[in-house]
């Protein structure tokens, strides 16, 4: 079904730098609910942006708008500069859904899930060659998950399964990623590895769009972010878009905000104090808890943390 | 009987070659295409399509062209409306399945009564494989083996379709070209095994092999060679006994693969019947190794003092708040 002709363009695609420009989107779900409204922003190569909101915001409906799950009811999506069909038929796009709706009992490994990755990459009969298998256990060993690969697909835990899937995409190596709440379920050593993937991936030119509730990650490797609120409220660099002002716009009051200062967390008059936003995870927060580490380092620098970077840490 | 005298007895006869040739191709295409249809949950869409097919025979031949063409027609039309109908109409797939093949064979079994043919009805809804005659073979083995040629080349495709459609949409595979693709394919198989155990039995053949197979492994590749292997030994065994006890072919290899489905269902090594009440029964573990409730924590000095009195909570839940602090505490 590959033809020479398919080969070239898929080649022309790759070469293109990979970006997302989303105009006008408006989705309107089969019974009549407006999930998105006139969402609109654009993003180029070599970039991870977060994409923020409460509950229902329309993340999620947002990727399936970017995947063409969902028909837009007005305003478009292009990928790459092209049409989101033509897009996904040429491979540049890899999704890891927020949930995954497969049947468990199938007879399919690990290693075999990941290497449905690859199925874009390999010839008419799908047989997988040297690198295909080298890209299998890479992805696996990055989500720390090779001692699993002989596993079948049910046996294993839900934040290993998560993990799977995660692999796949990574297999993939879509010029375009997408992540729909990777992290939740995840624990944190993998998710630094993932981390730390996402990133060697931003150098090599990629762009990742990951939804997510960790508010505390997102300006550790975010370098853009979209707040969505069934619109986007505010897209742009993480620096200047990522403020109290527009998180305290996107979350309403659903947002938990504490405050830490004075003379409860530290001996000198230092005024400032430190403030910790969270979505949903409830931040885990010691008190009067001995120092261990440069005191000072920590009130300087942390100005938004949440439980997880401190379980990391410590 | 003597085991030799049993196979080779019947060897002896031209129509005994013959009726094994088929049965060992249907009972290998059929095997093939089961794998899927288990996975897929699509059993009943092979029995819809199955009875559908009754129709088409008999209007293929009022018109004078090939049966299996007629065949093929009504079952894939059989397909197409069930996925029509359930796309425009609240009512499940199984439900609308339901009423478009029954619907189908009764109007089927109404032309038959009406329209003058050289065809037994019996051997329509059950085959009849000690009949088949070269050429019938020669067409079987064509449509068949094409069957055959194309789901194997393209099993890795199929089965992601199966397994994750919404993956294999992502990654650019066709998945339209999949979905209808496996609906011909088992039209083609169905239609391809009618000669041999006709339109009642043929969803035995398209279950048995792929749900026996599923019990025995954990890898796609090898549920194909299982069930072919299965179908196939069933397919000879059935053939010979029914020589041998004069009995109907078609219902001899059914019955067959429903045996060998029996006996992995309670043997089969990872999951057996017995293998499961084995594991159900074993003993538990020692009481002394069962982890005692966790050891409360040293009380953390100095918790309530400090700052956490300054917990500003803008959410509204303060109370809330100091749980989960607390509630953390106690699970570290
Ligand atoms: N298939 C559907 N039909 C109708 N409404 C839907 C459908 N899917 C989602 N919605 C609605 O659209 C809105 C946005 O849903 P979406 O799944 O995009 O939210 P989200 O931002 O991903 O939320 P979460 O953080 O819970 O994942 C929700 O109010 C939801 O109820
Ligand atoms: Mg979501």
């Known amino acids: 079904m590959m033809n020479r002709l398919d080969t070239v363009k898929r080649g022309e695609a790759v070469a293109r730098p990979a970006s997302i420009a989303v105009n006008d989107l408006t989705v309107t779900y089969p019974n009549g609910f407006t999930a998105v409204r006139d969402a609109s922003f654009e993003l180029g190569p070599g970039s991870i942006c977060a994409l923020v909101g409460v509950n229902g915001s329309g993340k999620s409906t947002v990727f399936k708008a970017i995947m063409g799950f969902v028909t837009p009811t007005a305003g478009q999506v292009r990928l790459c500069g092209l049409p989101v069909e033509k897009a996904i038929s040429q491979n540049i796009v890899a999704y890891v859904p927020q949930s995954e709706d497969v049947d468990w009992n199938f007879p399919v490994l690990v290693e075999d899930v990941v290497m449905m990755g690859r199925y874009g990459h390999m010839n008419f009969l799908r047989i997988p060659s040297k690198k295909d298998r080298l890209k299998v256990d890479e992805a696996l060993e990055r989500v720390n998950m090779s001692a699993y690969r002989k596993r079948q697909i049910g046996e294993l835990s839900g934040g290993q399964k998560k993990r799977v899937f995660l692999a796949r995409a990574l297999a993939q190596e879509g010029r375009i990623i997408l992540l729909d709440e990777p992290f939740t379920g995840i624990d944190v050593t993998t998710e630094t590895a993932i981390i730390n993937l996402l990133r060697d991936l931003r150098e090599a030119g990629h762009l990742m769009l990951v939804s997510t509730h960790n508010l505390g990650s997102v300006p550790d490797f975010c370098d853009q972010v979209v707040l969505l609120n069934r619109t986007v409220l505010a897209a742009g660099p993480t620096a200047s878009t990522f403020t109290q002002e527009n998180l305290e716009r996107t979350f309403g009051g659903v947002l938990r905000n504490f405050e830490l200062g004075g003379h409860a967390l530290h001996e000198d008059d230092d005024a400032r104090r430190i403030n910790v936003i969270t979505d949903d995870e409830r931040p885990l927060v010691f008190y009067g808890v001995k120092s261990r580490k440069k005191k000072n380092a920590k009130k300087q620098d942390a100005k938004k943390k949440t439980a997880k970077n401190q379980d990391a840490d410590q | ?332």
């Open chain 2, 1 to 332: 009987m003597d085991p030799i005298g049993f196979f080779s007895e019947p060897f002896a006869y031209d129509f005994m070659q013959r009726a094994l040739g088929m049965s060992l191709l249907v009972g290998a295409v059929c095997a093939v295409l089961s794998c899927y249809l288990v996975l897929k949950g699509w059993s009943l869409m092979g029995d819809a399509i199955s009875h559908a097919v009754l129709p088409g025979i008999v209007i293929a031949f009022v018109l004078g062209i090939p049966l299996a063409v007629g065949a093929f027609a009504a079952g894939l039309a059989c397909a197409l409306l069930t996925g029509y109908l359930k796309y425009n109409s609240r009512v499940k797939e199984d439900t609308v399945m339901g009423i478009v093949f029954s619907g189908m064979f009764g109007f089927g079994l109404v032309l038959f009564t009406k329209v003058e043919t050289d065809q037994h009805l019996n051997h329509i809804l059950f085959g009849n494989v000690l009949g088949v005659t070269t050429a019938d073979l020669i067409e079987t083995a064509i449509i068949a083996g094409g069957t055959l040629l194309v789901v194997l080349a393209k099993r890795r495709d199929l089965l992601l379709y199966c397994f994750d459609p919404n993956h294999a949409r992502a990654i650019g595979l066709p998945v339209n070209v999949l979905h209808y693709g496996l609906l011909v394919l088992l039209s083609l198989t169905i239609v391809s095994s009618i000669k041999a155990v006709g339109i009642i039995l043929v969803i035995a053949m398209l279950i048995a092999p792929g749900a026996t197979a599923y019990l025995l492994t954990d890898r796609f590749e090898r549920m194909l060679l299982i069930a072919v292997l299965v179908a196939c030994s069933a397919s000879v065994l059935g053939t010979f006994i029914s020589f041998h006890i004069d009995g109907a072919t078609g219902a001899c290899i059914v019955l067959v693969q429903a045996f060998f489905f029996l006996l992995v269902f309670l043997f089969s090594p990872k999951h057996g019947l017995l293998r499961l009440r084995e594991l159900r029964d074993q003993p538990g573990m020692p009481a002394g190794t069962i982890p005692g409730p966790a050891e409360p924590l040293p009380a953390l000095s100095g918790r309530t003092d400090g700052a956490l009195q300054q917990v500003v909570d803008q959410g509204g839940r303060p109370a809330d708040q100091h749980h989960a602090i607390e509630g953390r505490h106690g699970a570290e």
